[in-house]
């Protein structure tokens, strides 16, 4: 069982910048793909941004794409979600979500690929 601990949400004006952090309990992170989801409310789940296991390669959302930036440090056991030029559409509750994998280096954009989630960080976009 890995546990999935995000923060760094919070309330933010627009065009602002946060960056959330979501840190995994295991000591095999680097066999996990790793994912960043959200849900804003009256919404289904999306899909925002996903990492391979090595940080190689990276996907993003349409919507997000040039303006939010997945990394990680796998020393850390931490996967990172940089944003900026937030507006009030990203305004949602954030997920981190990981996959295990062995030896594929993709990415993952569906959420029922990925096996764990974290509880969730709240990001508000005040416009």
């Known amino acids: 069982q890995v546990q999935l601990v995000e923060s760094g949400g919070g309330l933010v004006q627009a065009r602002g910048s946060l960056r959330l952090s979501c840190t995994a309990s295991?000591?095999?992170?680097?066999?996990?793909?790793m994912g960043w989801f959200r849900q804003a409310p009256g919404k289904e789940r999306e899909f925002v941004a996903a990492?391979?296991?090595?940080?190689?390669?990276?996907s993003y959302a349409d919507s997000v794409k040039g303006r939010f930036t997945v990394s990680r440090d796998n020393a850390k056991n931490t996967v990172y979600l940089q944003m900026k030029s937030l507006g009030p559409e990203d305004t949602a509750v954030y997920y981190c979500?990981?996959?295990?994998?062995?030896?594929?280096?993709?990415?993952?954009?569906?959420?029922?690929?990925?096996?764990?989630w974290g509880q969730g960080t709240q990001v508000t976009v005040s416009s």
């Open positions: 990492i391979s296991w090595s940080g190689g390669s990276t």
């Open positions: 979500a990981a996959k295990f994998v062995s030896a594929y280096s993709g990415t993952y954009y569906r959420s029922d690929e990925y096996d764990y």
């Open positions: 295991t000591r095999t992170f680097s066999t996990y793909a």
